[in-house]
C-alpha cells in the first residue's frame, strides 16, 4: 500500500516528515518529494511554474503505482491542492485523498494585480510557519516570489474547473484558525467534488501547518484509519519507505 504526501507552496518534506514517518511505521510505502524551486532559495522558486511541481508529483504517484497495489494521495495547502488534481486525472488509479488546509484559491486584492505586479516587484511576504504550538517551525521561505505565485493562482483556478472529476473518498481536515488558507477554500472543494464517502474533520488547537502543530497525531491517526478502512491489508503489505 502506498501513500504519496505533497508539501505545501514555499515549503519543503521537513512540513510533512513526521506523518510520513507515522505512516512507514505502520507498513505504509511513502512518498515524500521535494517540489521543483523548493527547500533552497526563493530565486529558485522564481524559475519554476505549477507544471513543474505537478509533473513532480504525477511522476511519483506513477513510481508508487508500480510498487503498492493500491495508491493513496495526501497533501499540505498547495500539496492537498495537487493531491486532488491527481485524484481528478488519474482515476482508479487513486484509491483515496487526504487534504490538511487545501487550498482553492489565491485570496485578497494583490492577487489580481499579480499578472502585473510580479514584472514590477519580485517578492512579497512569507507565509511560512504559521504554528500555534511554541518551538516548533517550519522550514519554508521567508519570501514569496511573485512569479511562482501567479503561477499558483492560474493552477487553483485550473483546478477548480477539475474537482467535479475527484470521485474518490475524501477526507478533509481543516483548521478551525488559518492564517493562510481560509475555510471558504475547503468549503469550496467539499462543494466541487464528486465524491460520495466524504469525512471533514476540524482541528480546533491548530493552525496552517497542522502537521507540525497540536492537532498532528490526529491527523496522523485520522489518516491512517481512513486507509485502513478503504484498504484493509495495511500494514501487511511488503517493507515501508519514506523517500
Not at 515524500?32 to 529558485?44: A, F, K, N, S, V
Not at 472529476?165 to 481560509?182: F, G, K, N, Y
Not at 478502512?229 to 503489505?237: D, F, I, M, N, T
Amino acid at each position: 500500500m502506498g501513500v504519496l504526501l505533497c508539501h505545501g507552496f514555499t515549503g519543503s518534506p521537513q512540513s510533512l516528515r513526521p506523518w510520513a514517518e507515522h505512516h512507514a511505521a505502520h507498513g505504509l510505502t511513502v512518498s515524500l518529494p521535494l517540489l521543483p524551486g523548493h527547500g533552497t532559495r526563493w530565486e529558485d522558486m522564481q524559475l519554476t511554474t505549477w507544471q513543474d511541481w505537478y509533473a513532480e508529483v504525477d511522476r511519483e504517484l506513477r513510481l508508487l503505482a508500480e510498487r503498492c497495489s493500491r495508491v493513496f494521495v495526501a497533501g499540505l495547502s498547495m500539496g492537498g491542492a495537487l493531491a486532488l488534481r491527481l485524484a481528478a486525472r488519474h482515476g482508479a488509479r487513486v484509491a483515496g485523498a487526504v487534504v490538511v488546509n487545501p487550498a482553492n484559491r489565491v485570496h485578497g486584492l494583490s492577487a489580481y494585480a499579480l499578472p502585473v505586479a510580479r514584472h514590477l516587484v519580485r517578492t512579497t511576504r512569507g507565509i511560512a510557519s504559521d504554528i500555534a504550538k511554541e518551538g516548533v517551525a517550519e522550514l519554508g521561505y521567508d519570501r514569496v516570489p511573485l512569479h511562482a505565485a501567479h503561477s499558483l493562482r492560474v493552477f487553483l483556478r485550473r483546478l477548480d474547473g477539475e474537482l467535479p472529476q475527484v470521485t474518490q473518498p475524501l477526507l478533509l481536515l481543516r483548521s478551525a484558525r488559518d492564517h493562510v488558507v481560509p475555510a471558504a477554500d475547503s468549503a469550496r472543494v467539499l462543494s466541487r467534488v464528486s465524491s460520495t464517502d466524504v469525512t471533514q474533520i476540524v482541528l480546533e488547537h491548530s493552525y496552517h501547518v497542522a502537521t507540525l502543530d497540536e492537532d498532528a497525531d490526529r491527523i496522523f491517526e485520522e489518516s491512517l484509519a481512513f486507509i485502513g478502512r478503504l484498504a484493509p491489508s495495511v500494514g501487511k503489505e511488503g517493507t515501508a519507505a519514506v523517500g
